[in-house]
């Protein structure tokens, strides 16, 4: 079955800290692995993608990793800030047929203290 | 430029009432997908569109939902004879194409069955 698993369900931080989300995925075939942002209210904002060869991005703060021989995935935040708080949504792409479908995590909720 | 509309942001009905969201995607963006994400939970796919082709309505939950879309434009998703489970934020996305093109999200339109 395809699933996407996220770790952990919620985490708080003080302003400054770094953190470590996961995802771990079983996803086939897969196309791609990215992470969005979702803030209270508003849609998810796409963050970073991943595909089959990459082992590590960086945006800004955040740093993503892939390994697809263990189809683990995490997103690194360095240095918080207060706008950081948000969900943390993981998404594997997987192409059937010529059609993608997308397999979302239930995210990981992300609070920042000052 | 601008993103993904979605109206109205809020709407509020009476069990048994039907309601029609609306979702206006990006020009240019082929591909149109929606999804409900009910309160702590992760996107629940519901229906996409992709150009003119027959759309994938295998995440329907049952017959009260419909979705259309007039070829590369607005969608409408109707809920007819609206439940208390009904009660989410239905989130509306499109993408332009290429299998690592992010999906763009409206801010979504929360829906809530009295």
């Known amino acids: 079955k395809n699933q996407v698993e996220q770790s952990p369900q919620s985490l708080i931080i003080l302003e400054g800290k770094n953190c470590t989300l996961q995802?771990?995925?079983?996803?086939?075939?897969?196309?791609?692995l990215r992470w969005y942002k979702q803030d209270t209210g508003r849609g998810p904002v796409s963050l970073t993608i991943m595909t089959f060869s990459e082992n590590t991005k960086s945006n800004g703060r955040y740093t993503a990793t892939l390994d697809a021989d263990t189809k683990q995935s995490s997103l690194h935040i360095t240095a918080s800030q207060l706008s950081d708080s948000a969900s943390y949504i993981c998404v594997v792409t997987l192409t059937t047929s010529g059609t993608y479908k997308y397999i979302f995590g239930t995210g990981t909720r992300l609070k920042v203290l000052a | 430029g601008a993103g993904v509309s979605q109206s109205p942001s809020n709407k509020v009905t009476e069990k048994g009432k039907d309601v029609e969201l609306r979702c206006d995607p990006i020009?240019?963006?082929?591909?149109l997908y929606w999804y409900r994400q009910r309160l702590g939970q992760g996107l629940e796919f519901l229906i996409y569109?992709?150009?003119?082709?027959?759309?994938?309505k295998s995440g329907l939950p049952s017959d009260r939902f419909s979705a259309e879309r007039t070829g590369e434009s607005v969608s409408t998703l109707t809920i007819q004879r609206t439940q208390q489970e009904d009660s989410a934020v239905y989130l509306c996305?499109?993408?332009?194409?290429?299998?690592?093109?992010?999906?763009?999200f409206g801010n979504g339109t929360r829906l809530t069955v009295t």
């Open positions: 569109f992709q150009g003119n082709s027959a759309p994938d």
């Open positions: 020009s240019g963006h082929t591909a």
């Open positions: 995802c771990n995925y079983t996803v086939s075939p897969f196309s791609n």
């Open positions: 996305a499109s993408r332009e194409q290429g299998q690592n093109s992010p999906l763009h």
